[in-house]
């Protein structure tokens, strides 16, 4: 939604462009045409930050899982051996 609002903004400097004449036109032409560009340039970086938080934390949650597995390795019982007989 917010990607076709960019668009739109874009569309509509184009569309003023073409049917506003004189400073008017051109000014209205360059604002929302620039609005536009940035609004969809600021989204993409916006959803790359997005990207990587979201696999910052699958990896921090994959070690959580790998770390606590570990540990309950690390703290099972063992079974206690018989003492050997002489023989």
Do not use: H, K, W, Y
């Not at 076709?4 to 509509?12: D, P």
């Not at 360059?30 to 990587?52: D, P, T």
């Not at 570990?70 to 019982?77: E, I």
């Amino acid at each position: 939604m917010a990607f076709g609002t960019a668009a739109a903004l874009v569309v509509a400097g184009g569309i003023c462009a073409a049917l506003v004449s004189g400073v008017t036109g051109e000014v209205l032409t360059i604002a929302l045409m620039s609005a536009g560009l940035a609004g969809g340039v600021l989204l993409l970086f916006l959803e790359v930050g997005l990207e990587e938080e979201r696999d910052l934390a699958d990896e921090e949650r994959q070690r959580r899982n790998r770390d606590s597995r570990a540990l309950s390795l690390r703290r099972r019982p063992r079974l206690r051996q018989r003492p050997r007989r002489p023989g």
